[in-house]
């Protein structure tokens, strides 16, 4: 009986043995109600199979359409719990943007190896948001602003001008105040994905004679991990 107990997709079921009793085909059940074909079988399996009546360009394009419904219904509810995600945040307190940038730089910060003992605070990123974040931190950190320097990472072969504009607007600097940009030079033989027009290389962060700074973070990250 347990099995039998209520739940949300009875509604769902009763309607698609409604529709195949009426010759329907799992494509088109799925596409008027937007479930999967695996849940339909389930359903209706033991109702009569349909006699065919399309030609293959049109069951084809029957299949077509239940797979972007299907796909739609997974794009909504991503937004969903995204969206429900997102909410749950809320405002971050100076302490939790605190914690949250030490264990970003340890993440994706430059740190001293021992073949390269160099104290330095050096952040590369090729997502604007992840940028924005460690300049807020580095806000909470009283890090003087005149002591920040920005600078390009991109493919040789890319719109390099324009990445370092985008990356100007994003940071709020003047263009002409970037440092050299590093460019990587193309290897034919290397199928890339990141190309196109929203390909825009990656932002370097370096904070000038930061090596206190350096050691201070090293020892946050080692306070949280200990």
Not at 96 to 117: C, D, I, M, Q, T
């Amino acid at each position: 009986d347990w099995t039998r107990r209520p739940n949300a997709k009875d509604d769902l079921r009763a309607k698609a043995r409604e529709l195949r009793l009426q010759g329907w085909t799992y494509d088109q059940i799925q596409v008027e109600l937007g479930c999967s074909k695996s849940s339909i079988s389930l359903w209706v399996r033991d109702l009569p199979k349909p006699e065919r009546k399309r030609s293959r360009e049109e069951a084809a394009a029957i299949a077509r359409r239940g797979w972007e419904a299907k796909l739609r219904l997974r794009e909504e509810e991503r937004q969903r719990t995204r969206a429900a995600a997102t909410s749950e945040i809320g405002s971050l307190t100076d302490r939790e943007l605190f914690l949250l940038g030490v264990g970003l730089y340890w993440a994706e910060g430059s740190k001293r190896k021992p073949h390269n003992p160099q104290e330095r605070v050096t952040f590369v990123n090729s997502d604007p948001d992840m940028i924005s974040v460690f300049l807020a931190w580095l806000r909470l950190l009283d890090v003087d602003p005149t002591q920040i320097r920005f600078a390009v990472h991109i493919h040789e072969n890319a719109d390099v001008q324009g990445a370092e504009q985008f990356w100007a607007n994003h940071v709020g600097v003047d263009r002409t105040g970037f440092l050299k940009t590093t460019l990587k030079r193309h290897n034919p033989a290397t199928n890339r994905k990141n190309t196109g027009d929203t390909y825009r290389g990656c932002l370097r962060v370096d904070v000038r004679n930061g090596a206190d700074l350096y050691r201070r973070i090293e020892g946050w990250w080692y306070g949280i991990v200990g």
